[in-house]
């Protein structure tokens, strides 16, 4: 009783009132898919669906899937997403008739200094950047880059060597991670880093921070979008600040040692200087080229989109070897009659392999690193007697779509032939988006599969993969947002004989 009397009855008033805006601000917005007659889990005030047993949220797409079919609503936090798996729909929207009003992926506007970097920008902006930054990605622009990924595939190789010697149990993204990292400094600003050699490096340490975002920040602002100006007029980011500005100080150096000498380089810096305009506000050139702040944030974007993605490719990749032998040695096979007696990879032969192009296939669609596509509806648009409205976050649960069981068959076995050449021809390319499709879909592609198929023709000329006690089986998924595991992947190598790459029939 004195409780209630230690407040004024304005006091009281006003209280109430906070809590009601809260609990009904809470809600505000969900709803939203029963009006569109679309079916998805009851969410939760403030929470949305995102909390549902705690669950990993591609995990959670899975279960959907097979209970909603193909399209389903879901709010993250307080944020509604229509998840569409229909592979029509999704052409219409990532391709066709509908990408110009699904051009942009969602913008959490805290993006501190990156928010110039292709895969943020929007609209017009990212048409320009991706069109000046398209040529970097050519195929005579790769080749020139194989040599310098053969240079880091070779010290992984000789890396592994003791390890297989002393029959150790290896930590497999301890190798892979740093091979990734240091082919991404290498093609993209020539810093070799030698992560290999030093895996405490902050390079790989700032690295491994960039996609960590704060989650109290990122509940923060999921739940009160309406601070999201104040936040961003304060500066406040996602990304890690001392990890983005460790980076950019690199590429800021480098770029003004090129600037104050003659010296010039075949990486991808090189070709964006050559693309810098005058002036930040020389507006003529500004629709043909970069601006300095552009230049900088796009490569430290690349070395962010690309060494992460590509290292759970190959940690993966290493993991379904081990635990499929037969398929391993069928690779090692095709490996030792495209380059005999370990003969040095080439980059035509490489690109060439077909078994090796179907195992890589069938490992992203297993474990594609990026597990949903986002888009967001610029107007509202009816799409197959489905009317999305303006504003609305599209989102594709590529990991869910991989493993439907209609498109694949005993989807969760590591079955190769499926991307056979006979059998690829029947496979609809809007059921399998590991890269994404159309054209926001992931410019690094070819790069990223010539950097994973090297590095494990390399590996397995001279070692075996297998798992060991310490191999977790199955594995448990983190929540964040890449498919990883909560615990590092453990496996052992054996060293394969001189000789077993082209004698010894069984290996
Ligand atoms: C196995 C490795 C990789 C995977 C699985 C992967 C996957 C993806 C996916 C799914 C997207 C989104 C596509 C969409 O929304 O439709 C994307 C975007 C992107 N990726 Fe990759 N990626 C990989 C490696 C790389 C590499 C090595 C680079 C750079 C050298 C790179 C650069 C980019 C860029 C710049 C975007 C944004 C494109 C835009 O917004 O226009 N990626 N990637």
Request: aromatic fraction near 12%; include cysteine; charge should be neutral.
């Amino acid at each position: 009783m004195g409780f209630i009397l230690f407040f004024s009855l304005e006091t009281w008033i006003l209280l109430i009132t906070f809590i009601c805006i809260f609990v009904m601000y809470g809600h505000w917005t969900f709803g939203i898919f029963e009006k569109m007659g679309i079916p998805g889990p009851k969410p939760v005030m403030y929470w949305g669906t995102i909390a549902r047993h705690n669950r990993v949220h591609f995990l959670d797409d899975y279960e959907c899937a097979q209970k909603y079919e193909r399209i389903w609503g879901v709010y993250e936090f307080r944020k509604p997403m229509l998840a569409v798996m229909d592979p029509d729909m999704l052409k219409t929207i990532l391709v066709k008739e509908c990408f110009t009003y699904f051009t942009n992926r969602r913008n959490f506007r805290l993006n501190g200094d990156l928010y110039d970097a292709v895969s943020l920008a929007e609209d017009d902006q990212w048409r320009r950047i991706r069109n000046i930054l398209s040529p970097s990605f050519t195929s005579g622009h790769l080749k020139e880059m194989f040599s310098i990924m053969k240079h880091h595939s070779r010290k992984l190789t000789d890396s592994l060597q003791s390890k297989a010697h002393n029959d150790e149990v290896i930590i497999v993204k301890d190798f892979f991670g740093p091979y990734s990292i240091d082919v991404m400094a290498s093609c993209i600003f020539s810093v070799d880093f030698d992560s290999i050699k030093n895996p405490s490096n902050p390079f790989i340490t700032h690295a491994n921070q960039m996609f960590k975002f704060p989650l109290l920040l990122y509940i923060f602002q999921a739940c009160f979008p309406i601070f999201l100006p104040l936040l961003e007029r304060l500066g406040v980011s996602l990304f890690p600040k001392s990890s983005t500005a460790f980076l950019k100080s690199v590429a800021e150096k480098v770029k003004a040692e090129r600037n104050s000498s003659s010296q010039t380089s075949d990486d991808m810096l090189e070709h964006l200087i050559k693309c810098q305009t005058a002036s930040e506000n020389d507006k003529e050139k500004k629709h043909k080229g970069l601006t300095e702040h552009e230049i900088i944030s796009q490569v430290t974007m690349f070395v962010f989109a690309g060494y992460e993605t590509s290292a759970i490719a190959l940690v993966f990749l290493a993991y379904s070897l081990a635990r499929n032998p037969e398929i391993m040695k069928r690779l090692q096979r095709e490996i030792d009659s495209t380059f005999p007696n370990k003969g040095p990879v080439e980059y035509e032969a490489l690109m060439q392999m077909e078994y090796l192009d179907s195992v890589v296939s069938e490992c992203l669609r297993l474990y594609p690193s990026i597990p949903r596509l986002e888009r967001v509806a610029k107007e509202t648009v009816k799409i197959s007697e489905i009317t999305i409205p303006k504003g609305m976050l599209v989102m594709v649960p590529v990991y869910a779509l991989h493993r439907d069981p209609e498109l694949w068959p005993e989807p969760e076995e590591f079955k190769p032939d499926r991307f056979s050449k006979e059998n690829k021809q029947n496979i609809n390319p809007y059921t399998y988006l590991p890269f994404g499709a159309g054209p926001r879909s992931c410019m690094g592609t070819r790069f990223a599969l010539m950097m994973v198929k090297l590095a494990m023709v390399e590996v397995l000329q001279n070692f075996s993969f297998s798992v060991c006690k310490e191999t977790e089986i199955p594995l448990e998924m983190d929540v964040a947002g890449f498919v990883s595991p909560v615990r590092p992947i453990k496996l052992k190598l054996k060293m394969r004989s001189i000789s077993s790459a082209n004698v010894d029939p069984c290996n």
